[in-house]
């Protein structure tokens, strides 16, 4: 099992910056990527950004060149810097990590409680 823990959400207005962190506790040896999705009020939970533990990265259309994430160096933390604000960033920010279970490649999807950014406009 892994637990993740998300902090740095708040409330920032138009332009403004956060830091999203998230600390993954557990069996944390097996994380094969660390990823950020979002949810806004009445839509479905979309992929933010993503970091791989081999260093790839990915990032939505949405936020790239605005956003930046990383990994700490023990790889159980991640983090997301985001500058430049808009309201449509308003959601509610999960932490997801993807596990690897077994040699054959099974994985599992485990999922912090999110933290909730509001920009206001």
């Known amino acids: 099992q892994v637990q993740l823990v998300e902090s740095g959400g708040g409330l920032v207005q138009t332009g403004g910056s956060l830091r999203l962190s998230c600390v993954a506790s557990?069996?944390?040896?097996?994380?094969?990527?660390m990823n950020w999705y979002r949810q806004a009020p009445g839509k479905g939970r979309e992929l933010v950004a993503g970091?791989?533990?081999?260093?790839?990265?990915v990032y939505a259309d949405s936020v790239k060149g605005r956003s930046t994430i990383s990994r700490g160096d023990s790889k159980s933390t991640a983090y997301l810097q985001m500058n430049s604000l808009n309201p449509e960033g308003t959601a509610l920010y999960y932490c997801?990590?993807?596990?690897?279970?077994?040699?054959?490649?099974?994985?599992?999807?485990?999922w912090g409680r999110g933290t909730q950014v509001t920009v206001s406009s």
């Open positions: 997801n990590a993807v596990v690897i279970l077994t040699v054959g490649g099974a994985r599992r999807d485990f």
């Open positions: 557990g069996r944390t040896f097996n994380i094969a990527s």
């Open positions: 970091a791989t533990s081999g260093g790839r990265l």
